[in-house]
T-cell receptor, first 112, second 114 residues
Framework: GESVGLHLPTLSVQEGDNSIINCAYSNSASDYFIWYKQESGKGPQFIIDIRSNMDKRQGQRVTVLLNKTVKHLSLQIAATQPGDSAVYFCAESASGYSTLTFGKGTMLLVSP | DTEVTQTPKHLVMGMTNKKSLKCEQHMGHRAMYWYKQKAKKPPELMFVYSYEKLSINESVPSRFSPECPNSSLLNLHLHALQPEDSALYLC?????????????FGSGTQLSVL
């Protein structure tokens, strides 16, 4: 289940389950969105991206969904594995700006 | 080579010390970045270099001084830091400065200021 602690929301799942991590963004001008995975002691690692002219994009075991109407982004991970345990950040940017704005992050804990 | 290499991995310094963080990439990227990340928080942008020129300074205190000696190297010089500056300092690079140019992050330097 999902819990929101004082600092970082946490999603706990069993190995083999599908995971859904959600993100709300606020800038209507944002037209490019990215999901990053950050493992302990490492920098953020690119997972998948999506442009605002799309509402769904699939990668290997991951799918990103974009709902521009409600400014919502989600990351779906199929058949979650213990190696997927990490903090996941969404990030957004707008054309003409090279800087990303990161969301607050969600910790995914996968138990065997 | 798709790596961004940061040294040192860990650094402990006193408030009167001067130290430098180093970052290197050999992907031919022309944009390089410094981010600061506190525990359980998202990375926050500090500086952006584009073609070796400082293009963005996110109102960072002058005790942090960036330097880009060439297109492959990025330094962050630290002087008279405060304990609240303790954080993970991440370097990143991208091919260019389009918002769709993917950022590649290093593993960071974990800095503790005593």
């Amino acid at each position: 289940g999902e819990s929101v602690g004082l600092h970082l929301p946490t999603l706990s799942v069993q190995e083999g389950d599908n995971s859904i991590i959600n993100c709300a963004y606020s800038n209507s001008a944002s037209d490019y969105f990215i999901w990053y995975k950050q493992e302990s002691g490492k920098g953020p690692q690119f997972i998948i991206d999506i442009r605002s002219n799309m509402d769904k994009r699939q990668g290997q075991r991951v799918t990103v969904l974009l709902n521009k109407t409600v400014k919502h982004l989600s990351l779906q991970i199929a058949a979650t594995q213990p190696g997927d345990s990490a903090v996941y950040f969404c990030a957004e940017s707008a054309s003409g700006y090279s800087t990303l704005t990161f969301g607050k992050g969600t910790m995914l804990l996968v138990s065997p | 080579d798709t790596e961004v290499t940061q040294t040192p991995k860990h650094l402990v310094m006193g408030m009167t010390n001067k130290k430098s963080l180093k970052c290197e990439q050999h992907m031919g990227h022309r944009a390089m970045y410094w981010y600061k990340q506190k525990a359980k928080k998202p990375p926050e942008l500090m500086f952006v270099y584009s073609y070796e020129k400082l293009s963005i300074n996110e109102s960072v205190p002058s005790r942090f001084s960036p330097e880009c000696p060439n297109s492959s190297l990025l330094n962050l010089h630290l002087h008279a830091l405060q304990p609240e500056d303790s954080a993970l300092y991440l370097c990143a690079s991208s091919r260019g400065t389009l918002n769709t140019d993917q950022l590649f992050f290093g593993s960071g330097t974990q800095l503790s200021v005593l």
